[in-house]
């Protein structure tokens, strides 16, 4: 079964920084594509940013751009969200999700994804 697995997340003040981990069991490491959102209490599932399937794309959105990263590591299926420069707004879960034939077009719909961490809470206080 497929399975993803964040953790890195926690408490961190304003202008800290945190790296969430995403590791895929049951996926062909390079198969795939990466998507990470957010969702913050009473707002809608938020588009973070993608990383392609061989890492070498990758798109943000303008609240995180310059500011957080996306990586990938095929050999340990793993994802990484580099979160630097951290604000209160933030504050929210975060889920990676996978896919094997989402188009980068797609990258910010949620429901193009098959598959979702359990996500991972980050708040960051002022």
């Known amino acids: 079964q497929v399975q993803l697995v964040e953790s890195g997340g926690g408490l961190v003040r304003a202008g800290g920084s945190l790296r969430l981990s995403c590791a895929a069991s049951q996926l062909s490491s390079s198969s795939y594509a990466m998507g990470w959102f957010r969702q913050a209490p009473g707002k809608e599932r938020e588009f973070v940013g993608y990383v392609s399937r061989s890492g070498l794309t990758v798109y943000y959105a303008d609240s995180v751009k310059g500011r957080f990263t996306i990586s990938r590591d095929n050999a340990k299926n793993t994802a990484y969200l580099q979160m630097n420069s951290l604000k209160p707004e933030d504050t929210a879960v975060y889920y990676c999700?996978?896919?094997?034939?989402?188009?980068?077009?797609?990258?910010?719909?949620?429901?193009?994804?098959?598959?979702w961490g359990q996500g991972t809470q980050v708040t960051v206080s002022s």
């Open positions: 999700a996978a896919d094997y034939n989402i188009a980068a077009i797609q990258r910010s719909n949620a429901r193009k994804y098959d598959y």
